[in-house]
């Protein structure tokens, strides 16, 4: 009879991986995953900011606030959103990587991606509002009365000069570019951050 000897228990237990997944060398990440988890995330922070703009402006209408604390209000819950989408962005990931060890640093590239994807879920659908319902005359004629307010509060005799500067259509094309860099800008920050967070407070793996 032949005989059999016993290994050691990693080799008759092979360490389970879950299947259809490829190895990942420590630190980096596994894009196809991160995608996915981000991607899901984005839509999320889209739906989030959609409905926090709804509720909010239902609030305002029902207690009669004026523009000031709703605006105040929508920055807060945007900023609360986005810093949600990158804490998300990482625990999807975890899940779909269970055994992976998260860094800040990984979890705040998963965050900046969630926070890209989630300004252009929300921003086309956005672009396409104001195109179909022919609304950039409206959007022209508020970043007008902005720009006037704000040079009649100024004692400077140029600021009249600089208004019709702004108000050329050059100049409006300008300022609105320069306004979606920066709401870009502010997703990508607050979203990264949100990765941090959430790669720091996700209880990783100790590495055997």
């Keep these: 009879m032949p005989a059999f000897s016993l290994g050691a228990p990693d080799e008759l237990h092979p360490a389970a991986r879950p299947a259809g997944l490829a190895p990942v060398s420590p630190g980096a990440i596994d894009w196809a995953q991160g995608m996915r988890a981000s991607a899901l995330a984005g839509l999320l922070l889209a739906l989030a900011l959609f409905f926090a703009s709804v509720i909010i402006a239902t609030i305002g209408l ?4 004026r523009q000031g604390p709703l605006a105040l209000l929508l920055f807060l819950a945007s900023w609360c959103c986005m810093v949600a989408a990158g804490v998300l962005a990482v625990r999807f990931y975890r899940r779909r990587r269970p055994e992976a060890t998260i860094s800040p640093s990984m979890g705040a590239r998963l965050g900046v991606l969630s926070g890209l994807l989630g300004f252009f879920f929300y921003g086309v659908p956005q672009a396409l509002r104001l195109v179909l319902f022919h609304l950039g005359g409206s959007v022209r004629e ?3 009365k902005a720009i ?7 004692p400077d005799p140029r600021a009249q000069e600089m208004v019709r500067n702004l108000m050329s259509p050059s100049g409006l094309a300008a300022i609105f570019t320069a306004l979606v860099v920066l709401v870009l800008l502010v997703f990508l920050v607050l979203s990264s951050l949100g990765g941090v967070i959430g ?3 996700g209880g990783n793996k100790p590495s055997s």
């Design 62 to 65: 029902i207690l009669h606030l």
């Design 142 to 144: 508020a970043m007008q």
């Design 148 to 154: 006037e307010q704000s040079a009649a509060q100024s």
């Design 199 to 201: 790669a720091s407070v």
